[in-house]
């Protein structure tokens, strides 16, 4: 193991924190690339520092939302996880159950049907909107899983920190900055000579304590840093500005039409409904082994949608549209055939919640969100341990030229990224304001 002295170490969080010097750059070439280092340190440092409080709650309650399911079958076991039996009820029956249970139901909305032969069958009806669960061998009512359970109040705080709209913009800003501390802290961590082993690939376990703490805040970042950029990329889709121009572009190009315009039946308006068993037993044949969700009629002589999906992968692999009375598939859409941005919209959610492989990127993303949590922590314990004496020691402003592509780049991601844009803007103009009060 390594024995050499601190200021020799290359790493990204290397000695200087609190004392407004960044890491040391002795193996760097003075100049353009040690002014650059600096410039980027600086706004790792403080972008670290402003979303600390919010990153560590996205990550916490994100980490409990990846095992959603799984946690929702411990707490909720009465409803959601039956004992399979040696035959099903039918369909109809079990909706027929669902309705006489829920008082004021007028309709169901939505069908959800399982692949696994334990999962109860869950449904939504209006006007409640609550998902509600019927035993599929038995036909018995089992309960709902009301509006404002334990995981809706997960993820209202872990979207809008309970705070409505004003939460939701905390929270996209936070998404953005956490992608500039992930490349941020790649750039910085980035070894400077091809053989350095430990304290960038591997802690320094048996070093001084600051040096085991830095060590464990560089490397642990690195490890989780791609994973991270995905999971805040993909949950920019769910922030407050950033998905309305995701919808608006959804729009424009006409990608969602497909799901959001309702279809018409050939058959005439007074012609038989099929039983509902009819219908998923066509769906299941056109595309078996997959979890199924059947989108009941929105318009009269409106068409079933059966949607396929699967425990990985996209939301939705295959859509079909099923005339109610004849059973006629009307269209039959793959998603390798839509438009890309309806492709992303459809991968987004597996990809943010880790499920895309399974239960091994699961633990994964809970990996990268747990060392998430832990990163702003030890950022502030190493600037806190290194700052000088009755000074708060914070990293001094660079007066020097930026690097053309640096700047073409920070202008792209700030109009890609407008709410992280116009915090940019502000942060620059508040130093722009400090450093004239100062001179005066």
């Known amino acids: 193991m390594s024995t050499e002295p601190v200021k020799k170490t290359t790493t990204a969080a290397d000695g200087g924190l609190g004392s407004g010097e960044p890491p040391s750059a002795n193996t760097r070439q003075s100049g353009i690339g040690d002014r650059l280092y600096r410039v980027v340190w600086r706004w790792h440092f403080y972008a670290g520092m402003i979303i600390t409080p919010a990153l560590i709650v996205v990550a916490a309650t994100g980490a409990l939302y990846i095992f959603k399911d799984e946690l929702e ?16 009820a039918s369909y109809e029956q079990q909706i027929a159950a669902a309705h006489a249970a829920v008082p004021g139901t007028q309709r169901t909305i939505l069908l959800h049907v399982f692949t696994n032969p334990k999962r109860a069958t869950s449904m939504v009806l209006a006007p409640s909107g609550q998902y509600v669960y019927v035993d599929p061998y038995r036909g018995h009512y089992l309960g709902a899983i009301a509006r404002g359970s334990f995981f809706d109040s997960v993820l209202d705080l872990h979207r809008t920190l309970f705070l409505g709209t004003t939460g939701r913009i905390i929270i996209e800003l936070t998404t953005c900055w956490a992608i500039v501390l992930a490349v941020t802290g790649i750039y910085l961590w980035w070894p400077r000579t091809a053989n350095q082993l430990w304290g960038a690939w591997l802690p320094r376990l048996r070093q001084k304590p600051y040096v085991v703490l830095r060590d464990l805040h560089a490397v642990s970042g690195f490890y989780v840093a791609i994973v991270a950029i995905v999971i805040s990329l993909t949950g920019l889709i769910y922030t407050y500005v950033w998905s309305r121009g995701f919808q608006y572009a959804g729009q424009k190009t006409e990608a969602y039409d497909m799901f959001t315009k309702s279809m018409v039946c050939k058959s005439p308006p007074d012609a038989k409904d099929l039983p509902i068993d009819r219908i998923i037993e066509i769906a299941q044949q ?52 839509t438009k890309l941005i309806y492709q992303l919209g459809s991968w987004n959610y597996t990809l943010h919640v880790g499920s895309v492989w399974g239960l091994t990127s699961k633990v994964l993303w809970l990996v990268t969100c747990v060392i998430l949590m832990t990163l702003p922590v030890t950022g502030i314990w190493m600037w806190w341990q290194r700052r000088p004496t009755g000074r708060l020691g914070l990293p001094r402003r660079v007066d020097a030229a930026r690097p053309r592509w640096l700047v073409v780049t920070v202008t792209a991601t700030s109009i890609l990224l407008p709410v992280l844009g116009l915090s940019v803007v502000v942060l620059l103009v508040g130093e722009y304001l400090l450093q004239r009060l100062r001179k005066r």
Do not use: C, H, K
Not at 73 to 88: L, N, S
Not at 289 to 306: A, C, E, Q, S, T
């Open 73 to 88: 079958a411990v707490i909720y076991p009465e409803v959601t996880y039956v004992e399979p039996g040696t035959e099903r």
């Open 286 to 337: 056109r595309m078996p082994g997959n979890n199924l969700i059947v989108w009941f009629p929105r318009i009269p002589n409106g068409v079933y949608l059966v949607t396929a999906n699967n425990d990985r992968g996209p939301q939705v692999n295959e859509m079909l549209f099923i005339d109610r009375a004849s059973g006629e598939i009307l269209e039959d859409r793959y998603i390798s055939r």
